[in-house]
Nanobody, 122 residues
Framework: QLQLVESGGGLAQAGGSLRLSCAAS????????MGWFRQAPGKEREFVAW?????YYADSVKGRFTISRDNGRNTVYLQMNSLKPEDTAVYYC??????????????????WGQGTQVTVSS
């Protein structure tokens, strides 16, 4: 059973940067593809970024956010630059046992972190 713990959220100004981390334990991290999702108040959870053998991004964050992973540290990161107020949300990392394809649907993920709040002020 994989446990995921996010950190690094907080308050940033528009145009600023934050880096989220997601530390995994209790399983073989390298076997999973990893995703980041976010959910703003009153909105559905939405896909942000995915890392498997390559990376994939939602159009809304492409060119601003970067997902990376360190299998030695069992950690996946989300570097967020040029932040906008509309990036404000709770951000979740998730692990999927589905490999070999990009996974953007939240219900294809098997394990989730507890979420970390990101607030971007204008």
């Amino acid at each position: 059973q994989l446990q995921l713990v996010e950190s690094g959220g907080g308050l940033a100004q528009a145009g600023g940067s934050l880096r989220l981390s997601c530390a995994a334990s209790g399983g073989t991290f390298s076997r999973y593809t990893m995703g980041w999702f976010r959910q703003a108040p009153g909105k559905e959870r939405e896909f942000v970024a995915w890392s498997g053998g390559w990376t994939y991004y939602a159009d809304s964050v492409k060119g601003r956010f970067t997902i990376s992973r360190d299998n030695g540290r069992n950690t996946v990161y989300l570097q967020m630059n040029s932040l906008k107020p509309e990036d404000t949300a709770v951000y979740y990392c998730a692990a999927s046992a589905t490999t070999g394809m990009v996974v953007t649907n939240w219900n294809r993920y098997d394990y989730w972190g507890q979420g970390t709040q990101v607030t971007v002020s204008s």
